[in-house]
């Protein structure tokens, strides 16, 4: 079994910065793909950043520039760094990670308990 801990939302001013932390841990094999979603009041969950074990990344239009995603393999953490933020980044935040259990290599898909990001104008 796999856990996801999310940590590093909160309130900040438009322009402002924060960083968010995704640690894994439980019978873990290896994390593949680490990514954070978000979903916004009303709307529908989006993909915000992802990266994968070799360290390629991937960004929503609306965040590349600003949003940089970075993992740690060796603390099997994935972290999330905004920078300029906008009134429209107000949202809950998931981290969602895909891996192999120990010992069985079953797949596996991970979603964190969400932190929310508001960003105040």
């Known amino acids: 079994q796999v856990q996801l801990v999310e940590s590093g939302g909160g309130l900040v001013q438009a322009g402002g910065s924060l960083r968010l932390s995704c640690a894994a841990s439980?019978?873990?094999?290896?994390?593949?793909?680490m990514a954070w979603y978000r979903q916004a009041p009303g709307k529908q969950r989006e993909l915000v950043a992802s990266?994968?074990?070799?360290?390629?990344?991937n960004y929503a239009a609306s965040v590349r520039g600003r949003f940089t995603i970075s993992r740690d393999n060796a603390k099997n953490t994935a972290y999330l760094q905004m920078n300029s933020l906008k009134p429209e980044d107000t949202a809950v935040y998931y981290c969602?990670?895909?891996?192999?259990?120990?010992?069985?290599?079953?797949?596996?898909?991970?979603w964190g308990q969400g932190t929310l990001v508001t960003v105040s104008s």
């Open positions: 969602n990670v895909e891996a192999l259990a120990a010992g069985t290599l079953r797949a596996l898909e991970v």
């Open positions: 439980g019978s873990i094999f290896r994390i593949n793909h």
């Open positions: 990266i994968r074990s070799g360290g390629g990344t």
